[in-house]
């Protein structure tokens, strides 16, 4: 599947379900992140879907007519700090897309109503970065 963003496309590979550590993964990128935050945070996989309008972007509870879903892919907990991201996994390609922008509305707005202590953040393919023992899990994982 192609999809453009601006004037850039991206080429999406096909996406095979990945099972590691009892959580589902939807792409080899959102594995090699969750491999790369593993020794620093916490993390839980696809859990908070965020029910919006989809005129004002606001968060409900009620779901109805006019009423869309977005599910971020992570959400994290620093081990230390306790610092906790809501966080979206894109292609660099993606940086200006009308629909990220709209993503970060959503859940900004619902971090807000809720009165969590999260943020919202995406984190870039290019940003992604393994050491070569990270690696190694990752490609361990790949052979699963």
Same mark, same amino acid.
């Given at each position: 599947?192609? !999809?453009?963003?601006?004037?850039?496309?991206?080429?999406?590979?096909? %996406?095979? @379900?990945?099972?590691?550590?009892?959580? !589902?993964?939807? &792409?080899?990128?959102?594995?090699? =992140?969750?491999? %790369?935050? !593993? +020794?620093? =945070?916490?993390?839980?996989? &696809?859990?908070?879907?965020?029910? =919006?309008?989809?005129?004002?972007?606001?968060?409900?509870?009620?779901?109805?007519?006019?009423?869309?879903?977005?599910?971020?892919?992570?959400?994290?907990?620093?081990?230390?700090?306790?610092? %906790?991201?809501?966080?979206?996994?894109?292609?660099?390609?993606? !940086?200006? +897309?009308?629909?990220?922008?709209?993503?970060?509305?959503?859940?900004?707005?619902?971090?807000?109503? @809720?009165?969590? +202590?999260? @943020?919202?953040?995406?984190?870039? +393919?290019?940003?992604?970065?393994?050491?070569?023992?990270?690696?190694?899990?990752?490609?361990?994982?790949? @052979?699963?």
């Amino acid at each position: 599947m192609r !999809q453009t963003f601006g004037n850039k496309t991206f080429k999406y590979g096909k %996406s095979f @379900k990945i099972i590691n550590w009892g959580c !589902q993964f939807d &792409s080899l990128l959102e594995l090699k =992140y969750a491999i %790369s935050i !593993q +020794d620093e =945070y916490e993390f839980l996989r &696809s859990r908070v879907t965020i029910y =919006y309008h989809h005129g004002n972007f606001r968060p409900t509870d009620y779901i109805r007519e006019g009423v869309r879903h977005y599910t971020p892919d992570f959400l994290i907990r620093h081990k230390k700090t306790a610092e %906790s991201f809501l966080v979206e996994i894109k292609p660099r390609a993606a !940086q200006n +897309d009308a629909q990220l922008i709209i993503r970060k509305e959503v859940a900004e707005n619902y971090i807000r109503w @809720k009165h969590y +202590d999260w @943020k919202f953040k995406v984190v870039f +393919d290019d940003q992604i970065v393994l050491t070569g023992e990270e690696f190694a899990v990752f490609r361990d994982c790949c @052979k699963l």
